[in-house]
């Protein structure tokens, strides 16, 4: 039985689209299909999740504040809207089927907006309080800072304790989350660093990029993803 999860694509220069091959090799496993998406217009993302058994919200660029009703913060990097907007409703309709998702930087914050939070559009110039460094300069594959999770949290569950190491590349983050979910990870600063659904349904979003990561809670992130897609083909009307 083959499971088809689809990974969100950025858009590049010249017209092209991209997507890190670490996204497509942490899903290659036996049975498992990943398929890139394009950013085609919204009205098609329903026909595109119907087919599919797992949604993987990938990393990227800066996102509009328009789809949370904010104007643009002067830190406000380049967007691309055409990506918002199809992102947007794919997190939509996968919400709407109770599919997995699993949502990493970026798409955590995708994932926020689609389920009715909000999100800082520049950390640095919007927190609170001082700041950790979230945009490392170390290697990809480098845990840079440590996250507290959430007792009894899926995530506590995956990495066999309270406490992560992970590597951080990010200027935006989720400040509102949403009411179906709960926060449950954060760096010393305070900053949300993962949000789950609160109830069974694996819908998962993390700040940082596992991907890149070889560590076991990394794998077993993935790991869990896969397993609840394989669940998901099994027991969906469609399959």
Known sequence: MSIMIGVSSSIVEEGRLSTALDNVFALDHAHILPVVLPNLAPKKAEHYVAALDGILLT????????????????????????????????????????????????????????????????????????????????????????????????????????????????????????????ATAWTTDGVIEAIERTDDVFQVGVQWHPEHMKDVASANLFAAFIQACKWYKGTSPAS
């Not at 009703?69 to 691309?80: F, K, M």
């Not at 640095?124 to 700041?131: G, T, V």
């Open 59 to 182: 990393g990227g660029g800066d996102i509009n504040p328009g789809l949370f009703n904010e104007d643009p913060h002067p830190a406000l990097g380049s967007i691309t809207p055409e990506r918002d907007e199809f992102e947007l409703a794919i997190a939509q309709a996968a919400l709407k089927r109770e599919m997995p998702i699993l949502a990493i930087c970026r798409g955590v914050q995708i994932l926020a907006i689609a389920a009715g939070g909000d999100m800082y559009q520049d950390l640095p110039s919007q927190f609170n309080q001082p700041l950790i460094q979230h945009r490392q300069v170390a290697p990809r594959g480098y845990g840079s800072h440590r996250l507290s999770l959430a007792k009894h949290s899926r995530l506590a569950s995956i990495a066999n304790g309270n406490e992560l190491l992970v590597n951080s590349f990010h200027h935006q983050a989720v400040r509102q989350v949403p009411s179906s979910f709960k």
